[in-house]
């Protein structure tokens, strides 16, 4: 069945420090990724998608992520984050009309 | 356009009780998708719709859960005699008729506590 991982439940880093969310999916055909944000009180926010094309993707926010087939990953990175990041974050993958998404990454970051 | 809107935010209800959730796509949008999210887990799809025909139904969506689009505008979530295990935040998301390809815009969500 298709499905996203995020292995890594928590993740803390100290604000200015680079960062790196893993997600892995399993999907036979050319899979369309997406990685969202969710903020305490706020609704799901898309940062950033792949469907073809340049492998590596830009998002809002300062935010990207690099789709490797090989691997099968989707992981999203971010040079030097800033304590607004702070924040669930999901990776999810579209299969028949529909988004998957994987159980989350929490972000918390130190000052 | 104020983006997708959730009605209400919040419900307590009692169990057996029966529960209803609005959700305001954002105008124009034909696609409209129902979610759940249970705390520490990712949003679980329930159903959507393509204008006002129901395509698809998870196996998530028991028989005591229902949802409408009757004019392929707004949609209306039903939950009948509702339990402890439906407690959670209830997620409805639209799109424009590209689907995935396009974004798909989330609401803020209506969180149920049963008790």
């Known amino acids: 069945a298709q499905s996203v991982t995020q292995p890594d439940i928590h993740i803390t880093v100290s604000e200015g420090a680079s960062l790196e969310l893993r997600c892995n999916y399993s999907y036979g055909a050319t899979p369309y990724l997406f990685w969202y944000v969710q903020s305490p009180g706020q609704g799901l926010q898309l940062l950033l998608k792949y469907f073809s094309g340049d492998t590596l993707v830009q998002g809002i926010k300062g935010f990207e992520a690099e789709f490797k087939r090989s691997q099968s990953s989707f992981n999203l990175r971010k040079p030097s984050v800033h304590w607004s990041d702070a924040a669930e974050y999901f990776c999810?993958?579209?299969?028949?009309?529909?988004?998957?998404f994987g159980k989350g990454t929490r972000l918390h970051i130190l000052p | 356009d104020t983006g997708v809107s959730q009605d209400p935010r919040h419900k307590i209800t009692k169990r057996g009780q029966n529960v209803t959730f609005r959700c305001d796509p954002i105008?124009?949008?034909?696609?409209l998708y129902w979610y759940r999210q249970t705390l520490g887990q990712g949003p679980e799809f329930l159903t959507y719709f393509q204008n006002e025909a129901q395509l698809e139904k998870s196996r998530l969506l028991s028989d005591r859960f229902s949802a409408e689009r009757p004019k392929g505008s707004f949609s209306t979530l039903e939950i009948q005699r509702t339990e402890q295990g439906d407690s959670a935040m209830y997620l409805c998301?639209?799109?424009?008729?590209?689907?995935?390809?396009?974004?798909?815009?989330f609401g803020q969500g209506t969180r149920l506590t049963v008790v």
């Open positions: 999810a993958v579209a299969v028949d009309d529909k988004i998957i």
């Open positions: 998301a639209s799109s424009s008729s590209g689907g995935l390809r396009t974004e798909a815009f």
């Open positions: 105008s124009e949008h034909n696609r």
